[in-house]
């Protein structure tokens, strides 16, 4: 059985507090018990080196993980075998985000870390954007290094691909969504919803800070946390 929160974002989401350093974030995690998390920034994979590499150091497996806003404003987790796989995704998207200059003042700092939670710079182009990629595109790139594609809180009024779309779109081979926890009961929601039966389901906190971390229950019967590839 592992324990997971597989959206969780760091200092370099300005809407995520500056307490989200690489070491709070994996103590936080070996606190609430978990096995495995994913720091999922926004349309950023700056931080996730950072992380991984203190998280090596307490026993937390990390991810490599992305949220990315698509064109349509859709938000989707996505998950990556590798570092080298998730860079090749950012890279698309981070060239395909408007060249908007962030404002800290109004949108938050966009910090990024090392693994001892030092300052090594500052992301100068504003994150929380949609990239110019439609959802079939971005699936298209982040299925071709093997990563997964995860509609994110799919029962939230906004950024969802239900909100937006108003239905899971057929043509892509979509295997996971996620439902926030604002979902308390999953039974009572997935009753009313016969169609979303099919997919995995991911429960993750989507925490910007760190009192936000999941209830420490949501698991999966793997063993290691890359077994989510298999
Ligand atoms: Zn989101
Ligand atoms: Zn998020």
Same mark, same amino acid.
């Given at each position: 059985?592992?324990?997971?929160?597989?959206?969780? %974002?760091?200092?370099?989401? *300005?809407?995520?507090?500056?307490?989200?350093? *690489?070491?709070?974030?994996?103590?936080?995690?070996? @606190?609430?018990?978990?096995?495995?998390?994913?720091?999922?920034?926004?349309?950023?994979?700056?931080?996730?080196?950072?992380?991984?590499?203190?998280?090596?150091?307490?026993?937390?497996?990390?991810?490599?993980?992305?949220?990315?806003?698509?064109?349509?404003?859709?938000?989707?987790?996505?998950?990556? *075998?590798?570092?080298?796989?998730?860079?090749?995704?950012?890279?698309?998207?981070?060239?395909?985000?408007?060249?908007?200059?962030?404002? *800290?003042?109004?949108?938050?700092?966009?910090?990024?870390?090392?693994?001892?939670?030092?300052?090594?710079?500052?992301?100068?182009?504003?994150?929380?954007?949609?990239?110019?990629?439609?959802?079939?595109?971005?699936?298209?790139?982040?299925?071709?290094?093997?990563? @997964?594609?995860?509609?994110?809180?799919?029962?939230?009024?906004?950024?969802?691909?239900?909100?937006?779309?108003?239905?899971?779109?057929?043509?892509?081979?979509?295997?996971?969504?996620?439902?926030?926890?604002?979902?308390?009961?999953?039974?009572?929601?997935?009753?009313?919803?016969?169609?979303?039966?099919?997919?995995?389901?991911?429960?993750?906190?989507?925490? %910007?800070? @760190?009192?936000?971390?999941?209830?420490?229950?949501?698991?999966?019967?793997?063993?290691?946390?890359?077994?989510?590839?298999?």
């Amino acid at each position: 059985m592992l324990y997971y929160d597989f959206h969780i %974002h760091s200092s370099l989401s *300005p809407c995520g507090s500056e307490d989200m350093t *690489p070491n709070n974030i994996v103590n936080m995690a070996k @606190l609430c018990g978990l096995d495995a998390i994913a720091v999922s920034d926004h349309n950023s994979v700056k931080n996730v080196k950072a992380v991984t590499e203190a998280g090596k150091r307490i026993g937390i497996s990390v991810l490599p993980a992305m949220e990315v806003e698509t064109e349509e404003g859709v938000h989707i987790l996505t998950l990556y *075998p590798d570092t080298g796989a998730a860079e090749e995704v950012a890279d698309i998207v981070y060239k395909a985000l408007p060249d908007i200059k962030n404002r *800290p003042e109004i949108f938050g700092q966009q910090i990024i870390m090392d693994s001892d939670d030092n300052v090594v710079g500052i992301e100068e182009k504003l994150l929380i954007s949609p990239a110019s990629l439609s959802l079939n595109s971005l699936f298209d790139v982040v299925k071709n290094v093997g990563g @997964l594609f995860i509609p994110a809180h799919i029962d939230r009024h906004s950024y969802s691909i239900l909100s937006v779309l108003g239905f899971m779109p057929q043509d892509l081979d979509i295997k996971m969504i996620e439902v926030s926890k604002n979902t308390t009961d999953l039974s009572a929601y997935l009753e009313n919803r016969p169609e979303l039966k099919k997919y995995k389901i991911l429960r993750n906190s989507d925490a %910007h800070y @760190l009192d936000q971390f999941a209830e420490c229950n949501a698991s999966l019967d793997f063993e290691k946390a890359f077994d989510i590839f298999i």
